[in-house]
């Protein structure tokens, strides 16, 4: 093509011409920009009869920047570009990996700069960091390292649930002097009127959904059974916008239940917010803001997003269950028809419908990060984790005894929990038939009206769970006036694996869902006088709120909430593991269906 190209801009006989083929042989970083020089020339050339002013100035122009490349800079444009020839691919490795770590070392000074610039003040001397300083900061930053590496594989945990235990045990120590009574009702009042947490007034319906803005946690979204999805401030603890507003019969065409918002899910991006309903439809919110709002008033005046990008239609009943698949932008969404649908938000398209379960589908969720397996519960009580790759999936039952969940939550690839109808709290693992751990009667039992025994009567049903991906914390909701928080141990022996309670939050009505903050500093909350499924066992002295609950100080947030690296290493699976994980596995396999 360039040999063309020389043929044309002689053929045009231009006085530029002359010029540029007795200077392209400097070197061939300026012949390449020359040829585009003589592509143009030859447009030009052929363009010369309509607008001949304006092509004789660009040709002016032309020549004056090739004289001035020629004159003054070649020599500095011939080294230049001979030092990027020169410059192998593992030389450039090592000039990327160079210009990561510095990143990364500017971002740990700016972070302490900004936690304690005091401390630092006072033990900076005047000639600079020490040896042992410096050491220190390279094994911080080798830690760092290993921390991103393991989380880029999935393996990373957080301990939490110590922190969030001492935490709680601090609050009740300091309100048990105010408390005189057993009635969780009284202790939801103490706690909000001691702002222990906030309830956002916003919702005149029960809330039946929440999620967090990804990644930072600044921001919640918030749905209720009056039709309307708002997005708060989590540090101002105030509302910012109305995506929908309340159901109006005036302004409505459609009925109030038909309305109704029942799950909902947000991308860990930022960009996606997922509404399903009893429309049977799935839409899809582009929650990024159209410009920056630097004003933002008490109202929420100022704050706006770019609104629905698509709707998924596809389902034949209400939509009960949406999530995103981790550091993704593929969605699965459940309906009462049984069936279970993929999506693509990348592309904005449907990819699959997964058929297996028998009956509603109640919960899904996908961690996901090495293995595409989202997980599933519906009212044929089971649970399901659904192995995309192979089109085949796993079923969990888990005896006669126990009853269909109402939610599910994964806390690593091949670990989830399920919440039951009675009050059962139940941990799986992936290669295992049968539960690894479980608690019965996690919310205790309705009062019976012949005694006044609370141990005896009907359990109550687990409403919500939440979980931090990777972590030991995970936190339940019902109807009996208390948040419960659970240490879950997922170890390699059996001995290390179980589910054990470190405290409670009193918050009076059904905690129809839960969303946990990042590095579990707080959690959401949709509180309300009825289930989200439903009406019936109404509590009519709760109240419709949208919950923000602290769980932890800010200031208790560091390098220990990881395990070691040690501890770590244990997870790498040896030959005689992976033998073993594989023999359960087909044991599971047994009770598998493919799709």
């Known amino acids: ?182 009635n969780p009702h009284a202790h939801a009042k103490l706690w909000v009127q001691k702002n222990q947490y906030k309830l956002c007034r916003g919702h005149d319906l029960t809330p039946t959904c929440v999620a967090l803005h990804a990644p930072s946690g600044s921001r919640a979204y918030s749905a209720s059974k009056d039709n309307s999805i708002i997005v708060w401030d989590i540090d101002s603890e105030r509302k910012l916008h109305t995506i929908v507003p309340k159901w109006n019969p005036k302004d409505c065409e459609y009925t109030r239940n038909s309305g109704e918002v029942l799950a909902m899910a947000a991308s860990d991006d930022g960009r996606y917010l997922a509404v399903g309903g009893r429309d049977a439809t799935v839409k899809i919110y582009d929650v990024r803001q159209k410009k920056a709002a630097t004003n933002i008033d008490a109202k929420g005046d100022g704050f706006d997003i770019r609104g629905i990008a698509t709707t998924f239609e596809g389902h034949k009943g209400p939509v009960t269950a949406l ?12 309906s009462d028809d049984r069936c279970i649908r993929h999506y693509n938000l990348q592309e904005l398209t449907y990819i699959e419908t997964l058929y297996g379960h028998q009956a509603a589908v109640s919960g899904i969720s996908c961690y996901g990060i090495r293995n595409e397996v989202p997980f599933s519960v519906g009212r044929d009580r089971t649970a399901r984790a659904w192995k995309l790759a192979e089109e085949t999936h796993l079923i969990f039952r888990g005896g006669a005894k126990l009853t269909s969940a109402d939610c599910i939550s994964s806390m690593k690839d091949d670990w989830f929990l399920t919440g039951h109808d009675n009050g059962s709290l139940n941990l799986w693992m992936i290669t295992k038939k049968k539960a690894a751990g479980s608690i019965q009667n996690a919310h205790g039992f309705y009062k019976s009206s012949s005694t006044s025994n609370n141990s005896t009567g009907v359990p109550r049903g687990i409403t919500s769970c939440a979980t931090v991906g990777g972590s030991d914390l995970a936190i339940t909701g019902s109807n009996d006036g208390y948040m419960r928080l659970w240490n ?18 009193p918050v009076h009505g059904y905690i129809n869902d839960i969303a946990i903050g990042p590095k579990g500093r707080f959690c959401v909350a949709a509180v309300g ?16 709120r949208f919950a923000i609950i602290p769980l932890r100080e800010r200031t208790d947030d560091n390098e220990d909430d990881y395990i070691n690296e040690s501890a770590q290493s244990k997870t790498d699976v040896t030959p005689e593991e992976s033998k073993e994980a594989s023999s359960d596995e087909s044991s599971a396999s047994s009770s598998s269906e493919e799709d």
Do not use: H
């Open 1 to 182: 093509m360039s040999g063309l190209r020389r043929k044309r801009s002689s053929s045009t006989k231009s006085p530029v011409g002359s010029k540029i083929s007795s200077k392209k042989r400097l070197t061939n970083g300026i012949d390449f920009a020359l040829d585009v020089g003589d592509d143009e020339q030859a447009g030009g050339g052929r363009r010369r009869r309509n607008n001949d002013d304006v092509i004789a100035s660009s040709d002016d122009n032309d020549d004056e920047s090739i004289l001035s490349v020629d004159d003054n800079d070649g020599a500095s444009v011939t080294s230049s570009s001979d030092g990027e020839d020169r410059e192998t691919v593992e030389e450039k490795q090592i000039r990327l990996a160079r210009e990561y770590l510095t990143k990364m070392e500017q971002e740990d000074y700016s972070s302490d700069d900004d936690d304690d610039s005091d401390n630092e003040e006072a033990t900076t001397s005047s000639d600079g960091i020490d040896s042992d300083d410096e050491a220190e900061e390279k094994d911080r930053l080798g830690r760092r390292l290993e921390r991103e590496r393991l989380k880029a594989r999935g393996t990373l945990e957080r301990m939490l649930a110590r922190k969030v235990q001492l935490n709680l045990e601090q609050k009740w120590e300091q309100l048990q002097s105010d408390i005189s009574t057993d």
């Open 323 to 334: 999530a995103f698949r981790s550091k993704s932008l593929q969605l699965f969404s459940g």
């Open 488 to 505: 879950v141990s997922t170890g390699e022996m059996i001995s290390e694996r179980g589910i054990e309670a470190i405290g409670k939050i």
């Open 529 to 544: 006088q009825e289930p989200r499924l439903g009406r019936w066992d109404r509590i009519s002295a709760a109240k419709n």
